[in-house]
């Protein structure tokens, strides 16, 4: 069976054929490399407490570690997935699991300090325009009508890579050692990357670009490529997208970073039993992702700013709980507060995603997502874990914890201030699709 159909974004765009069999195992793949990509930025967390004996190193250090791979993921996803559209998704996609897979078999290898960080250095590297091209590459040869569960969905297989990547990175670690736990991850994202262009030979030159793609071809056409470009940043409300979902997951970062750490020290848990449960909170947060977004499209679909006001309540909702609970004794009942706060504290990521291709041309999705990586980068998954290391390094990682989810005020004041815009920016991306001959997706 195939899917037919033809893109509601442009009018340009051509009858695609693909199969069903076809499509999802693009989408299998795409996932597999995603999943690789999270293990092989979040098995050094579950690895911290042996890093820093072995190396003496200052909670700072450690968190430079974990924070360089988000800073080059979030300076240069923008550059290189308007390379990789240029270029060629799948060659671009396969490169790049080459490359970070290689820097994370380099970090196993590593003999000191300053080894580690250039390794994870081409580690973010190779993960930087991932996110964006890898869920392009999915949208292109699925229906129209199934684009927000597949991105939802790729999504949370971040958030799964990043459970696999703690829990077996601790169990690795507590057995064979944290160099084990590096190379073992870095093997199984070497073996998908020679898998993904064998198995996907047929339909290459249309999943490297789809319809037909080509921006020298479009100028030489007389196209108007800057227009829509202006659109990433012409909206208030688009603007308060991006800023909030980078604050919000500043907290998200720094919690997956430091949780297996706080585990190990505060709880005196054994490295393996602080990744596994580490994992388990990054499941909450999974879930928080899918199922606040499965809400706010049913609640929003008549009325879209209420995307917006369920936003902030789940920014106001998980801030509070986890501010709640890192005041509480250590227990029970602390972890299962955590455990709510990261469900709520990831709810925001997929209405804030819905926000952003509500407001930006339909003709720029892929670039208005990279935007919006490079916003999460910057603001969130950079400098929550180096934030935190640093106050942890001054006042203590409890208190430095307490102090974390001051930041969803923050967030939760923009996009209040987005919301506000709200109405009136949809007005005016509606008028600029009609120009467009468009309609948004």
């Known amino acids: 069976m195939a899917y037919h159909y033809t893109s509601s974004c442009t009018d340009a765009n051509p009858i695609v054929h693909v199969t069903r ?42 968190g430079a570690l974990g924070g360089v791979v988000a800073l080059m993921v979030g300076l240069l996803t923008f550059p290189l997935s308007l390379l990789a559209d240029r270029w060629g998704r799948v060659k671009s996609l396969v490169l790049m699991a080459a490359l970070w897979s290689l820097a994370t078999l380099a970090c196993g290898l590593s003999q000191s300090y300053n080894q580690m960080f ?23 040869v699925f229906p129209a009508n199934l684009r927000s569960t597949l991105t939802a969905a790729f999504m949370a297989g971040g958030l799964i890579g990043s459970v696999l990547g703690v829990g077996f990175g601790g169990v690795l670690g507590t057995h064979f050692g944290w160099r084990w736990s590096f190379a073992s991850i870095a093997l199984f994202g070497l073996i998908l990357a020679l898998l993904f262009p064998l198995c996907l030979k047929k339909n290459r030159a249309y999943l490297d670009h789809p319809n037909g793609t080509n921006l020298k071809s479009d100028r030489e056409n007389g196209k108007n490529i800057r227009a829509p470009l202006i659109s990433l940043f012409s909206t208030r409300s688009v603007l308060c997208a991006y800023a909030g979902s980078g604050l919000q997951l500043f907290i998200i970062s720094a919690l997956v970073g430091w949780m297996p750490s706080y585990l190990n020290r505060y709880y005196k848990m054994p490295l ?26 049913r609640l929003g679909r008549h009325i879209p700013v209420r995307k917006v006001i369920l936003v902030i309540g789940f920014c106001i909702t998980s801030g509070a709980l986890l501010m709640l609970a890192f005041q509480l004794p250590l227990g029970s009942a602390q972890l299962i507060i955590i455990a709510f706060g990261m469900f709520f504290a990831a709810g925001s990521a997929g209405p804030a995603g819905a926000m952003v291709a509500n407001l930006t041309s339909p003709s720029i999705h892929g670039t208005a997502f990279a935007t919006l990586t490079l916003a999460n980068n910057l603001l ?62």
């Not at 580690?123 to 869920?135: D, K, L, M, Q, R």
């Not at 994992?279 to 499209?297: E, N, P, T, W």
């Open 118 to 140: 250039l390794a994870r250095f081409f580690v973010g590297v190779g993960e930087a325009a991932y996110g964006s091209v890898g869920v392009a590459l999915v949208l292109s």
């Open 21 to 62: 069999r076809y499509a999802w195992l693009v989408f299998a793949l795409s996932i597999g490399l995603l999943i690789s990509d999270y293990m092989s930025r979040q098995v050094l967390n579950a690895v911290f407490p042996m890093i820093k004996v072995e190396w003496n190193l200052s909670d700072s250090q450690l």
């Open 380 to 441: 969130g998954f950079a400098p929550g874990p180096i934030v935190t290391g640093i106050l942890a390094d001054r006042i203590g990682l409890q208190a430095a914890l307490q102090l974390i989810p001051l930041v969803s005020i923050a967030s939760t004041l923009v996009f209040l201030i987005g919301k506000h815009y709200y109405h009136s920016d949809l007005g005016k991306v509606a008028a600029l699709a009609l120009q467009e001959n468009a309609v948004p997706c």
């Open 272 to 297: 393996d039993k602080a990744g596994v449960l580490a994992a388990v909170f990054l499941i909450s947060a999974s879930l928080g992702m899918v199922l606040c977004g499965i809400v706010s499209d």
